[in-house]
């Protein structure tokens, strides 16, 4: 199945607040999320169309909207070598181990040469052992990888520039 990234904008940007509940949810037994007292996750995503630095993305196969990425742009103004970052991803669970999830992440890295960074919290395994995936195939082992115990995360980094 094709792969689609479909930038979000302001006429759309319900459609992600809406995904966002979702990732929530997906994460909350690695963070603790509450619901609110109305039944949804608070969040507020006004900042990606305030600062050029956020890039949201729809991720559609085919007729399906199958989840969305975040780019961030995390160092725009060190131009000519800027660092890229997935910030968000989520893949709906009834489209993983589908290779959605990797036409997408390879997409997205398609879609900037740039320094890349992927960053995983340590508990949640599943992310750790496809964004290692992902990454491994993408560089060919060419990656780097440590892990930031002030965050408790895994980030994994890289160049495609070339």
């Known amino acids: 199945m094709t792969i689609e990234l479909v930038p979000v ?20 037994p690695y963070t603790g999320s509450e619901l609110g007292i109305d039944g949804r996750y608070s969040v507020n995503l006004e900042h990606y169309w305030e600062d050029p630095r956020w890039n949201p993305y729809l991720i559609c196969a085919g007729s399906s909207l199958v989840g969305f990425l975040v780019i961030l742009f995390e160092n725009l103004d060190t131009e000519p070598d800027p660092t890229h970052v997935i910030y968000d991803f989520l893949i709906l669970s009834k489209y993983r181990r589908q290779g959605l999830g990797k036409a997408a992440a390879v997409q997205a890295f398609d879609l900037h040469r740039a320094n890349w960074k992927v960053a995983q919290m340590s508990v949640n395994l599943p992310a750790l052992h496809f964004w290692r995936d992902v990454v491994d195939e993408y560089t060919s082992g060419q990656y780097t990888e440590q892990f930031r115990e002030d965050r408790n995360k895994y980030i994994q980094s890289f160049n495609n520039r070339g």
Do not use: H, I, P
């Open 9 to 28: 904008d302001k006429d759309n940007r319900e459609v992600l607040y809406s995904l966002y509940q979702y990732y929530y949810y997906d994460f909350s």
